[in-house]
C-alpha cells in the first residue's frame, strides 16, 4: 500500500536522474576503456548497464538509507511516500488574541503557494514513460500476431545444422512472414525468428547467412536484452545519455552476432554484400522494431560493413567468468549508490564542546547532562550530536547502576526514541528489543513491547505481535487500552473478524472516552466497520472521536508568544508559504490504516518561523509528532501590518491520507 506524496516522490526521481546518469556515464567510459575487446564484451557492459539504471529506483527505496554528508549538494534527503499536506490560516483581525481563539473566531483561509512546478516535471516525465510504453506493448501485440498467423519455415534441416553449429540445442521456431519484410527475432521464453516469404528466391548461401545471423542472436539471447535496453531507454526517455547508450547497445548487439556469423566461417566479403542487399531491399517496421531484433538497420549500415570487411578486429565472444564479473562490479557500484541519501541539508557539525560536556559528565557520573543536551539538540534536528550525548548518557547509567538495571533500560529506550524519529528503524528495533530484554516485566518495558508489536505487524508475524502486545498489557496496566487495540488489528489483519471487534470494543471499554487514546482507537475501529460494510456505525464512531476533539480543542491553553499576535484583516495581510516539508507518515499509522486530519494552531513570526505550535485535533499513533515536526521545518513569507512585518496567528490542517 502506498501513500501519495509529491515531493517525495520528486525526491525518488531527482534520486534516480542523477544516479541513472552516473551509472550510464561509467559504462560509457568502461565501454570505450574496453574498445578493443570484441563487440560482445561491450554489448554486455551496455546490457549490464541497462539492468543496473532500471533497478536503481527499487533499490533505491528498499534499500536501508546510506547517510553521506557530501551528497546532500545534489541529492534530496529520503523521504517516505506520503499523502500531501495542506497549509492553512485563519483570519485574526483585534490587536492581541491566542492562537486558540482565533481557529474559533473565524474561517480558514489557505496560505498561498509557488506554483507546483515539481509536480509537472514529473507528470511530463510519466507521460513521456507511458507514450513510450504504448508504443513498446503495440510493438509486441503487432509481433505476437504475426507469430499466430505466419507459416512454418520450410527449410527445418538447415535450420537444425546451423543451430547445432552454434550450439543451439533446443529447437527454435522460424516461421515465413509477408513479402519485403526485414527478418528478425522476437521472443523472451520461445524465441522465433521471422523470415520473409522472399527467401524462396534467394540463394542457398544468402538463405544461409541470414539464417546464420538470427540464430545467432538467438544464441545470445538479444530478444531479451533488447527489451531490457528498451525499457531503460523508456523511463529514462529524456536524458540524452540514455539515447546514446541505446544507440551504442544496438551497434554492439549488431557487430556482436556479425562477429559470430563470421566465426562460423562465412566469408566477409559475401557476407557484406548479402548484408548490403538484405538492407536496401527489405523494409523493417517502425511498430515492430519496438519489441523485434531486426537484421539490419540502414543508419548502422555503413559502419557494420566497415567492421565485417577489417580483418583486424576482436571477434571472440565472451565467457561466463567475463559475464560474472561484469555483473559483480556493477552491483559494487549500484548498490551503494542506490543507498546513498542526502542528509537533506547541510552536514551536520557536532558541536566543539561536546566532547566537554562528555567528559565533565562522566566525571559527574550525572547522565541527565547529556540527556538534557540532547534534548536540544534534538530541537534543532542535530541528530548526530543527540546520538553521542545519549550514547554517552547510556554508558554513565551503565558504570553507575548496571547493564541490568531499569536506569540502564531507561537510557536504552531514549536511544531507541532517538533512531526511531530520525527513521533508522533497524537501528531502533534493536535498541527497543535489548531495552526489552533489560527491563523484562517492569512497566518501563511497555514502550519498547508496544513498538516491537507494531514492528513485527508491518513484517506479518502476527503471532510474536500478540505476544508483545499482550507482555506490554500485563508489564504496565496503563497500556491495556492501546495494546488491546493493536490486538484487534492483528485479528483484523487474520481476518478473524469477530474477535477483532471484541478487542476494538474492549480497548475502547479500558479509555477515558475523551483521551487521545480513545479518539485513536474510535478512527481505527471505525476503518474497520467501513470495511465490514457497517458505514452508519463508523459513522458514529467519527462523531464520537469528533466531539471528543473538539473538546479537547476547546481546552488548549495558548502559550504565550513574543509581542502582540495580529489575525488577519484590514491592514494584516495573510503570511505565505515559501518552503514546505512533507510529514512523514509514522509507522504505526500505517500499520493501523490510520487517516485524518491533524490540526495545529501557530504563531507565524516575523522570522518567517511558525511558533507556538499546539495539537487542536489530533490523530495519535505518531501522526501529530510528525506534522509538527514537518511544520518546524517550513519558511514563511511573514505576514504585515502597514507593510511592516508582524507576527500573525494561523491554523495549519496536516492531511494524512492512506491510498
Known sequence: M????????????????????????????????FHRRSAAARHLIWTVAAAAVLALPFLSISLPALRVPAAAVLL???????DHATASGSPNPGASSSAAQSNAAGSVKTIASRPDWKKWLMLLWAAGVAAALAR????????????????????????????????????????????????????????????????????????????????AHVRRGDAATHLLARMALTFYWWNPL??????????????????????????????????????????????????????????QLENRLLAILDSGINRKTPGRAWALVATLLAAGLVVPLAAVRGQG??????????????????????????????????KLRQYDTAQRLLESAVAIRGEVSGQQSVE??????????????????????????????????????????????????????????????????????????????????VRQREQNMDEAEALYKSALSLEDPKSPGAITTMKVYAQFLRQQGRADEASELDTRAAA???????????????????RIGGDVSAPRVLQKVEPEYSDEARAALLAGTVVISVEIGTDGLAHNPQVLRELGLGLDEKALDAISQW?????????????????????????
Open 136 to 215: 513498446m506493448l503495440a510493438g509486441c501485440a503487432a509481433m505476437w500476431r504475426v507469430r499466430r498467423f505466419a507459416k512454418p519455415f520450410s527449410d527445418r534441416g538447415l535450420c537444425g545444422a546451423l543451430s547445432k553449429a552454434l550450439g543451439i540445442r533446443r529447437p527454435v521456431d522460424v516461421l515465413e512472414t509477408e513479402r519485403g519484410g526485414m527478418p528478425m527475432t522476437f521472443g523472451v521464453l520461445q524465441p522465433a525468428i521471422f523470415m520473409p516469404a522472399d527467401y524462396a528466391g534467394w540463394s542457398q548461401e544468402r538463405r544461409r547467412v541470414v539464417l546464420l545471423h538470427e540464430l
Open 635 to 659: 519558511r514563511f513569507e511573514p505576514g504585515t501590518r502597514g507593510g511592516q512585518p508582524v507576527n500573525v496567528a494561523a491554523t495549519i490542517e496536516i492531511n494524512f491520507r492512506l491510498l
Open 2 to 33: 502506498l501513500v501519495w506524496n509529491e515531493t517525495a516522490w520528486f525526491s525518488i526521481c531527482i534520486g534516480a536522474a542523477l544516479k541513472s546518469t552516473a551509472v550510464l556515464g561509467v559504462a560509457w567510459l568502461a565501454a570505450n576503456l
Open 408 to 489: 540502564y533500560g531507561v537510557g536504552l529506550l531514549k536511544l531507541a526514541d532517538l533512531e526511531r524519529k530520525r527513521g533508522t528503524n533497524t537501528s531502533a528495533e534493536a535498541f527497543y528489543t535489548k531495552a526489552a530484554q533489560v527491563l523484562g516485566d517492569r512497566p518501563e518495558a511497555a514502550r519498547a513491547l508496544m513498538y516491537l508489536g507494531t514492528a513485527s505487524l508491518m513484517k506479518k508475524d502476527f503471532p510474536q505481535a500478540m505476544d508483545f502486545f499482550q507482555h506490554a498489557q500485563r508489564v504496565d496496566p496503563t497500556q491495556a487500552g492501546p495494546a488491546s487495540m493493536w490486538m484487534a488489528v
Open 548 to 566: 471528543a476533539q473538539k473538546a479537547n480543542a476547546a481546552q488548549v491553553t495558548a502559550r504565550s508568544g513574543s509581542g502582540t499576535v495580529y
Open 242 to 299: 540514455a539515447w546514446t547508450a541505446w544507440r551504442e547497445f544496438l551497434k554492439e548487439r549488431e557487430r556482436a552476432a556479425d562477429d559470430l556469423v563470421l566465426n562460423a566461417g562465412t566469408r566477409a566479403s559475401e557476407y557484406a554484400s548479402h548484408l548490403l542487399a538484405v538492407a536496401r531491399t527489405m523494409q523493417g517496421s517502425p511498430v515492430m522494431g519496438w519489441a523485434a531484433v531486426a537484421m539490419a538497420r540502414r543508419s
Open 345 to 378: 541539508g547541510q552536514a551536520e557539525a557536532i558541536p566543539a564542546d561536546v566532547d566537554a560536556a562528555i567528559r565533565a559528565a562522566h566525571a559527574q557520573k550525572n547522565h541527565e547532562i547529556l540527556e538534557n543536551a540532547a534534548k536540544e539538540a534534538q
Open 76 to 82: 534530496p534527503g529520503s523521504t517516505s511516500v506520503l
